[in-house]
């Protein structure tokens, strides 16, 4: 077997001894053969309600599950809604004895084996507890949990006992302690790559293993290729050094319903250890049925876990949340769930589809500083009906001054168009209460609006990128060079020397220019004001659609006189160490421009060149330049 299942579970009793047991008179190893060990505890049952239990050191079980397997030759015949079949008995120190239903004809077993007789595992949750439940006479209706003394089964026959002795058995008990294990019941480790991973298949017949402390009536098999849960599980190292591979393909993985509060629906990925986790799923469907909300967590330790959930698979109704991060890639899609916490992980070609979320929450965040082209690629996004909710967040993790780019995504028509809106259901939503952000929207399609929570936002939609790559006639990158490109003609979208006006106050010089398009926080060039102070390469504050501000010296003459006139820039900065300078922005039409290139501020010394272009408002423009040596 490639995998290791080990219970993380608190033992209560093995039922290999009467000791400390109740209502059990018989002691056995065969018929029934133990679930688990060497033996179990049993009773002879009438057509009555019969009450076994295991005397416990006084222990808080406010918050807990309990686990119980018992082997019943009865018919329960009734449902669990109404007199219950098979019950939870807990008892304080009174003892208030209470039988809580949770199986019966309404209410399928846990258990290994087909059939109406034979070794089965119901379980409790305290916080959750089943309503009407059975009271043993004299007793109070409720009792202390957190001084739980006694711990039990109850059956209530509703049938004559067949003529065979024992008819009802107990065995091995346990109990979950959710503060504890990141919540879960089980640590999943062991396997390997090349044909020895671990499998769900393989999970199951550990569970259902008859040695020492085995039969955790956690995983079971329901079908071919269908397996069922009943607790939390933890796949990895939580401390070890050794490494753990866990693959499967095809098949599908169902919580049950057992009625537990939904936080104990959980699948959890980690690896605090010194060895590595490998998770993956090939066209497997993780399902969590209505109710239920399990939670899907890779995303909370430090090291390094390879999880991988490709193309076909799928993740539905995990109220609670999908988590992943950095290094992480789902290809799937995820249905009827929260928050996706995607954080760095890879998601292109994934959908997020009827999310659960609240109003004014998102069915994705990215709380990252790391720019998602090339990780959230062509994700398809829906809004669910009724609910003001968005399709991505952004949180306040991003830096200031962040440029992020989202190409081909889809977000129909049902999230809010707006930009700036305050309803909830705008497309985007922007965390962070001061900076700014531009958010590129290449091939997106769509409703586009956005909410913010101070940051100011710019949604640049189908941008173009103008780039230039500066080497040496030996093809080796040229860093620091400056490249100046600015408009050539007036055919473009940016303006070409047209004449402005311009005043100046307290160091603003605020210009006005009509109609002039340049886009908020690009660059303008001045020239031909007599006051040299205004001629320069400055970046605009857009102030409205015929005026601009930017910086100039306070002492500078106002108004300004002579001729000024003023020209879009395209690219006004210095190459980066692979010889690239490049920028990105949405052109209404091509834009022809002019510029230089220079590399002349310390040894080596380069010749200029002058270049020339047109930008295509569909592609964008991109050339390679070689600088002659000045030396």
Same mark, same amino acid.
């Given at each position: 077997?490639?995998?290791?299942?080990?219970?993380?579970?608190?033992?209560?009793?093995?039922?290999?001894?009467?000791?400390?047991?109740?209502?059990?008179?018989?002691?056995?190893?065969?018929?029934?053969?133990?679930?688990?060990?060497?033996?179990?505890? &049993?009773? $002879?049952?009438?057509?009555?309600?019969?009450?076994?239990?295991?005397?416990?050191?006084?222990?808080?079980?406010?918050?807990?599950?309990?686990?119980?397997?018992?082997?019943?030759?009865?018919?329960?015949?009734?449902?669990?809604?109404?007199?219950?079949?098979?019950?939870?008995?807990?008892?304080?120190?009174?003892?208030?004895?209470?039988?809580?239903?949770?199986?019966?004809?309404?209410?399928?077993?846990?258990?290994?084996?087909?059939?109406? =007789? &034979?070794?089965?595992?119901?379980?409790?949750?305290?916080?959750?507890?089943?309503?009407?439940?059975?009271?043993?006479?004299?007793?109070?209706?409720?009792?202390?949990?957190?001084?739980?003394?006694?711990?039990?089964?109850?059956?209530?026959?509703?049938?004559?006992?067949?003529?065979? $002795?024992?008819?009802?058995?107990?065995?091995?008990?346990?109990?979950?302690?959710?503060?504890?294990?990141?919540?879960?019941?089980?640590?999943?480790?062991?396997?390997? @790559?090349?044909?020895?991973?671990?499998?769900?298949?393989?999970?199951?017949?550990?569970?259902?293993?008859?040695?020492?402390?085995?039969?955790?009536?956690?995983? #079971?098999?329901?079908?071919?290729?269908?397996?069922?849960?009943?607790?939390?599980?933890?796949?990895?190292?939580?401390?070890?050094?050794?490494?753990?591979?866990?693959?499967?393909?095809?098949?599908?993985?169902?919580?049950?319903?057992?009625?537990?509060?939904?936080?104990?629906?959980?699948?959890?990925?980690?690896?605090?250890?010194?060895?590595?986790?490998?998770?993956?799923?090939?066209?497997?469907?993780?399902?969590?049925?209505?109710?239920? /909300?399990?939670?899907?967590?890779?995303?909370?330790?430090?090291?390094?876990?390879?999880?991988?959930?490709?193309?076909?698979?799928?993740?539905?109704?995990?109220?609670?949340?999908?988590?992943? #991060?950095?290094?992480?890639?789902?290809?799937?899609?995820?249905?009827?769930?929260?928050?996706?916490?995607?954080?760095?992980?890879?998601?292109?070609?994934?959908?997020?589809?009827?999310?659960?979320?609240?109003?004014?929450?998102?069915?994705?965040?990215?709380?990252? $500083?790391?720019?998602?082209?090339?990780?959230?690629?062509?994700?398809?996004?829906?809004?669910? @009906?009724?609910?003001?909710?968005?399709?991505?967040?952004?949180?306040?993790?991003?830096?200031?001054?962040?440029?992020?780019?989202?190409?081909?995504?889809?977000?129909?028509?049902?999230?809010?168009?707006?930009?700036? &809106?305050?309803?909830?259901?705008?497309?985007?939503?922007?965390?962070?209460?001061? &900076?700014?952000?531009?958010?590129?929207?290449? /091939?997106?399609?769509?409703?586009?609006?956005?909410?913010?929570?101070?940051?100011?936002?710019?949604?640049?939609?189908? *941008?173009?990128? =103008?780039?230039?790559?500066?080497?040496?006639?030996?093809?080796?990158?040229?860093?620091?060079?400056?490249?100046?490109?600015?408009?050539?003609?007036?055919?473009?979208?940016?303006?070409?020397?047209?004449?402005?006006?311009?005043?100046?106050?307290?160091?603003?010089?605020?210009?006005?220019?009509?109609?002039?398009?340049?886009?908020?926080?690009?660059?303008?060039?001045?020239?031909?004001?007599?006051?040299?102070?205004?001629?320069?390469?400055?970046?605009?504050?857009?102030?409205?659609?015929?005026?601009?501000?930017?910086?100039?010296?306070?002492?500078?003459?106002?108004?300004?006189?002579?001729? *000024?006139?003023?020209?879009?820039?395209?690219?006004?900065?210095?190459?980066?160490?692979?010889?690239?300078?490049?920028?990105?922005?949405?052109?209404?039409?091509?834009?022809?421009?002019?510029?230089?290139?220079?590399?002349?501020?310390?040894?080596?010394?380069?010749?200029?060149?002058?270049?020339?272009?047109?930008?295509?408002?569909? @592609?964008?423009?991109?050339?390679?330049?070689?600088?002659?040596?000045?030396?």
């Amino acid at each position: 077997m490639a995998i290791t299942l080990t219970d993380l579970r608190t033992l209560i009793d093995e039922g290999d001894s009467l000791t400390g047991w109740t209502g059990h008179d018989t002691l056995g190893t065969s018929d029934p053969t133990p679930i688990e060990a060497s033996g179990w505890v &049993g009773a $002879n049952v009438g057509a009555e309600i019969f009450v076994g239990y295991h005397t416990i050191t006084a222990t808080d079980l406010s918050d807990a599950v309990i686990y119980a397997w018992v082997f019943s030759r009865l018919s329960l015949g009734d449902t669990a809604a109404t007199n219950g079949g098979l019950m939870i008995m807990l008892a304080d120190a009174t003892p208030d004895r209470i039988g809580y239903k949770v199986n019966g004809a309404d209410k399928a077993a846990f258990r290994h084996d087909e059939g109406p =007789t &034979g070794w089965q595992c119901p379980a409790l949750d305290t916080t959750s507890l089943p309503a009407s439940p059975y009271v043993s006479a004299g007793a109070a209706a409720n009792i202390d949990l957190t001084n739980i003394t006694e711990v039990g089964t109850i059956v209530n026959s509703l049938v004559a006992a067949p003529g065979m $002795n024992p008819t009802y058995n107990a065995d091995i008990m346990r109990y979950l302690d959710p503060t504890i294990n990141n919540g879960c019941a089980a640590d999943i480790t062991g396997g390997a @790559s090349g044909g020895t991973e671990g499998t769900f298949s393989e999970i199951a017949v550990a569970d259902r293993a008859t040695g020492n402390l085995q039969a955790h009536g956690l995983v #079971r098999q329901l079908a071919a290729g269908a397996f069922g849960a009943q607790g939390p599980l933890r796949f990895g190292n939580a401390t070890g050094s050794s490494s753990s591979w866990f693959e499967d393909s095809n098949v599908s993985f169902i919580f049950e319903d057992r009625g537990f509060r939904t936080d104990l629906y959980k699948i959890f990925i980690t690896d605090n250890g010194t060895g590595t986790t490998t998770f993956r799923l090939h066209g497997c469907a993780l399902i969590a049925p209505s109710g239920v /909300g399990a939670e899907f967590d890779a995303d909370t330790d430090t090291d390094v876990t390879d999880v991988v959930l490709d193309t076909g698979t799928r993740i539905s109704g995990f109220t609670n949340g999908v988590g992943l #991060r950095t290094g992480h890639t789902f290809e799937g899609t995820i249905t009827g769930s929260g928050q996706v916490r995607a954080n760095g992980a890879t998601m292109n070609g994934s959908s997020v589809l009827q999310s659960t979320v609240a109003a004014n929450n998102s069915s994705l965040q990215w709380n990252v $500083n790391t720019d998602p082209d090339g990780l959230l690629d062509d994700m398809t996004f829906d809004k669910t @009906s009724g609910v003001a909710h968005h399709a991505i967040e952004f949180g306040t993790a991003i830096a200031d001054a962040a440029e992020f780019t989202l190409r081909g995504c889809a977000f129909g028509t049902d999230f809010s168009a707006t930009a700036g &809106g305050t309803t909830g259901d705008e497309t985007f939503h922007f965390l962070d209460t001061t &900076g700014s952000i531009t958010l590129n929207l290449v /091939g997106c399609t769509g409703n586009k609006g956005y909410r913010t929570n101070g940051v100011s936002v710019t949604i640049v939609d189908d *941008p173009v990128t =103008t780039q230039y790559t500066v080497t040496t006639t030996a093809q080796v990158a040229i860093s620091g060079a400056r490249v100046f490109l600015e408009t050539s003609d007036g055919t473009g979208p940016l303006p070409f020397e047209e004449s402005v006006s311009i005043v100046q106050t307290a160091g603003t010089a605020t210009v006005t220019h009509t109609a002039h398009g340049i886009p908020d926080g690009t660059q303008v060039v001045i020239r031909g004001a007599t006051q040299n102070g205004y001629n320069k390469v400055a970046v605009i504050t857009v102030t409205g659609v015929n005026s601009y501000t930017y910086a100039v010296d306070s002492g500078t003459v106002s108004p300004a006189t002579g001729s *000024p006139v003023a020209s879009g820039v395209i690219i006004h900065t210095t190459t980066n160490g692979s010889g690239v300078v490049s920028d990105t922005r949405v052109f209404s039409s091509n834009q022809p421009f002019k510029g230089t290139i220079r590399a002349s501020s310390g040894s080596p010394y380069y010749q200029p060149a002058t270049v020339t272009g047109t930008i295509s408002n569909t @592609s964008g423009f991109t050339a390679s330049v070689s600088l002659l040596s000045d030396e």
